[in-house]
């Protein structure tokens, strides 16, 4: 699959078969999240992975929206450090590249993901920086659920030509 054809047949996928993924597509995918670009390349994620299904139960719980996490293959929960953001935004803004790039490497390996948001949920944040006993420099921002799909999801077309402004608006 090319890069074009990846982009824009992905889609979140939130039902998982049973089926292990291997140690080396874990790290395709975990490396592609680190590759991401980020404000004067600070690079401040830190990404905890889990595969364990009484982790993987522990942090579904922590959004309403986070049930698949418990069936999926394995989870990533995807923190800004503060000490190295250039800000607390901007770790936020890196962070999320870094899922983004997560999602796609996913997708390019037939793996399906969901992107899980924790911030600005602060009962989300507080609530992870509690189970992994994270320092409070260490902001969980975002999780994700990987698996292999068990449902079928149609590439979305949302090209949409009124939403370009073609210079000016
Ligand atoms: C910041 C952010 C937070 C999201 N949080 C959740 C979530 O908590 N649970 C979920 O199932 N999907 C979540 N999603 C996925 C969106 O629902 C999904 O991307 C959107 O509906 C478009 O569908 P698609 O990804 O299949 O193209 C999130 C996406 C983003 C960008």
Known sequence: MDLQESILSRRSVRKYTSDKISKSDIETILKAGLSAPSAKNCQPWELIVIQEQKNLQKISQVSPHGAMLKNASFGIVICSDLDKAVN?????????????????SAHGLGIGSVWIGVYPRMERVEKLQEIFNLSKNIIPTHMMAFGYPAEEKKPANRYDQDKIHWEKW
């Open 88 to 104: 607390f935004e901007y770790g936020v803004i890196d962070t999320s590249a870094c899922v983004e790039n997560l999602h796609l």
